[in-house]
């Protein structure tokens, strides 16, 4: 599985899994039966509401828009996704870190056109397959990738501490139960890069993290040893979500 580095807007360098075509063509797949359904629920409304010389214009004003600007609008409302993407686990990022812009949207919707429609696909697939970053033309013009939404690991986040059970280990906040894996294991990561990349970014992205959390955590003051505090988080969510 290839993977793909994105350095954050604090100069940490975050690895995450690129999506592949299987997974594109599955995203593909559920958004084009979401839109047929839409549109024939659409349809069915419109048949039953406006009178059948009227309908023409219906479909002309508001059902093919619908359809031309479905991925467009829902990846911009979703923030690189649509439904297809986020049932599957996909996003899309800008490789520079920062958020994509509604240019970018634009232009990866532009390009939509050559690469899935006007070729069935077939210009899409074979970039996806050759290049590095498995980018379709409009992802190439716009700077973009498609990732699996959680951060590369290659275990899941109960294999990383081996620790027993509540038995063995008292939790010392136990409020971290309410962060979501994904969260918890983006933790891990920033730990694993401060370890073996120990420069000012990483420590003051160790920082910027430990201080967040504790505040989220409603604690009466930020931790001393950012590092610690957030190893000890992560040891009490291991145990506290068995």
């Known amino acids: 599985m290839q993977t793909i580095d994105i350095i954050t807007t604090q100069n940490v360098t975050i690895q995450y899994a690129l999506a592949s075509v299987r997974d594109r063509l599955l ?7 979401v839109l047929s359904v839409s549109v024939m629920l ?85 970039l996806i397959s050759s290049t590095d970053r498995q980018q379709r033309l409009g992802d190439l013009l716009a700077n973009t990738a498609v990732i699996k939404l959680n951060p590369w690991a290659t275990v899941n986040l109960q294999e990383i501490l081996s620790i027993h059970s509540t038995d063995t280990y008292k939790p010392t906040y136990p409020a971290v139960k309410k962060y979501s894996e994904q969260e918890m294991l983006l933790v891990k990561q920033v730990l694993d890069r401060f370890k073996s990349f120990n420069n000012k970014a990483h420590q003051e992205a160790i920082t910027l993290l430990a201080d967040k959390m504790a505040i989220q955590l409603k604690l ?9 505090f957030l190893k000890t988080l992560l040891n009490d969510y291991v145990v506290l979500s068995r």
């Open 220 to 228: 009466p003051e930020l931790p001393g040893n950012k590092a610690i």
């Open 42 to 126: 659409l349809v069915l409304i419109f048949t039953t509401l406006i009178a059948s010389d009227s309908l023409e214009y219906v479909m002309y004003l508001l059902i093919i828009p619908f359809v031309l600007f479905y991925s467009l609008a829902q990846e911009l409302l979703l923030n690189g996704q649509s439904v297809g993407k986020r049932l599957i686990g996909l996003k899309i990022v800008k490789l520079t870190g920062k958020e994509p812009t509604m240019t970018d949207y634009l232009i990866r919707w532009a390009f939509r056109f050559i690469d899935i429609w006007f070729s069935l696909g077939s210009i899409a697939v074979m």
């Open 27 to 33: 995203s593909f797949f559920v958004d084009l039966i």
